[in-house]
C-alpha cells in the first residue's frame, strides 16, 4: 500500500528537494533582510532568532504529526500554559528542582493530549472542536493553579534558556533540535511512523490493512501536548517565571509554521524538518521586521500574507499530487 509519502529513493529524493527548497527561502529571506537593515546579518541577530523559537519549534513537531494525521490542535497554547502553571507550582510551591518539575509539567500537557485524542476516536467528534473546549479548560487550569499570577522561579530555570558563553546560542534552543531530529527519525525510520502517514493518507484504507487508528490519533496528541510541556520549560527559562497567559496564539504560530514546512492540512504527508524550518522563516521574518521598525499592524500583515501563500501552495501540490495519482 502506497501513501502520498513515498518510499524508496524516489520518495527521499522529493522530500530532500523539499526541504532544500525551504533552506533557499530561508537563506534568501535573510539576504533579502540583509540588504534592507545593517545590522540584521549579524551573529547577534542569528543567535537571538535561535534562543527565540525552542518552544514554538517543540510545539511545532507535536503539531506535525497531528497534522499529518489530518488533525489540528488548537489547544497547544493553552495547554502550555497550564503545564507552565505546574511547572511553577512545583518549583515555587513545592520547592522541586527543574529535574523533577519538568517531567510532571510534560506529564500534565500529555494528559491533556491524551484526553483530546481520546474524546476525538471515542465519540467521532472533529478535533478542531475537542481542541477548542480544551484550550479553554487548560486555561482556565492555568489561572486555578497559579491564581492568576505570575509565579517568579529565577535562575533555577533561567540557565535553560540563556546564551551558553562562547557559543551563543541556549541549552533549549541545543534540546529543540534534538526533538527535531528524532521526530523525524520516529516519523520516517518507524512503524509507528509509518502509520501516522498511513491513517493521513487514507484512514479507511488503513483500517482495511488491518492497522488500529484509534492508538495512533490517541499517541500523536499525547506527544503534541507533552511536548507543548517541553515547550512550556523553555518559555519559562525566558521570563524567569511562569505566566497563566503564556502561550496565548502560539497554536497559530505553530500551524503556520508546519504548513509553511510543506506539511498537508489535508494529511499523509509533512516532514518535521520542514516543519523547524518553518519555524526559522517566521522567526527571521519577525526579527527582520522588528529590525526595519515594522509597527505590529504590518507585522501581522506580512505574516498572515506568508501564511495564506502557504495555505494556497499546499493545496495546489495537493491537487497535483491527486491529479499524478
Do not use: H
Not at 483530546?116 to 478535533?127: E, K, L
Not at 509565579?151 to 526533538?179: D, H, M, N, Q, T
Not at 500583515?301 to 499530487?321: H, M, N, P, S
Amino acid at each position: 500500500m502506497s501513501t502520498t509519502n513515498d518510499k524508496g529513493s524516489g520518495g527521499i529524493s522529493s522530500r530532500f528537494g523539499e526541504s532544500l527548497g525551504l533552506v533557499g527561502v530561508l537563506v534568501g529571506l535573510a539576504l533579502v533582510l540583509s540588504l534592507l537593515s545593517n545590522s540584521f546579518f549579524s551573529a547577534a541577530t542569528f543567535n537571538q532568532i535561535a534562543n527565540q523559537v525552542p518552544a514554538l519549534a517543540v510545539v511545532a513537531v507535536g503539531m506535525t504529526f497531528v497534522i499529518i494525521t489530518a488533525g489540528i490542535d488548537l489547544s497547544v497554547g493553552s495547554v502550555l500554559g497550564f503545564a507552565g502553571a505546574i511547572l511553577g507550582l512545583a518549583m515555587v510551591d513545592w520547592g522541586w528542582p527543574l529535574l523533577l518539575a519538568l517531567p510532571l509539567a510534560m506529564l500534565a500537557g500529555l494528559a491533556c493530549g491524551w484526553a483530546n485524542g481520546f474524546i476525538t476516536v471515542r465519540f467521532a467528534v472533529p478535533s478542531f472542536i475537542v481542541t477548542l473546549g480544551m484550550m479553554q479548560i487548560a486555561r482556565g487550569l492555568a489561572y486555578l493553579a497559579t491564581d492568576s499570577q505570575t509565579k517568579y522561579i529565577g535562575s533555577r530555570v533561567e540557565w535553560l534558556g540563556s546564551a551558553i558563553p562562547g557559543i551563543g546560542i541556549s541549552w533549549a534552543f541545543i534540546l529543540a533540535v534534538f526533538v527535531v531530529i528524532a521526530g523525524e527519525i520516529v516519523l520516517r525510520r518507524t512503524v509507528f511512523g509509518r502509520y501516522v502517514m498511513v491513517v493521513g493518507a487514507n484512514e479507511e484504507a488503513a483500517t482495511f490493512s488491518g492497522i488500529n487508528i484509534r492508538p495512533v490519533k490517541i499517541a500523536v496528541f499525547a506527544i503534541a501536548g507533552a511536548l507543548a510541556g517541553l515547550g512550556a520549560a523553555f518559555g519559562s527559562s525566558k521570563m524567569q517565571a511562569v505566566d497563566p497567559n503564556a502561550g496565548i496564539g502560539l497554536e497559530l504560530n505553530a500551524i503556520a509554521a508546519v504548513v509553511i514546512g510543506g506539511t498537508s492540512l489535508m494529511g499523509g504527508r509533512g516532514s518535521v524538518v520542514g516543519s523547524f524550518i518553518g519555524v526559522l522563516i517566521m522567526a527571521t521574518l519577525g526579527a527582520g521586521l522588528a529590525q526595519l521598525g515594522a509597527s505590529e499592524p504590518v507585522k501581522y500583515l506580512v505574516t498572515g500574507t506568508v501564511i495564506v501563500a502557504a495555505v494556497i501552495v499546499d493545496a495546489w501540490r495537493a491537487r497535483r499530487i491527486k491529479k499524478i495519482g
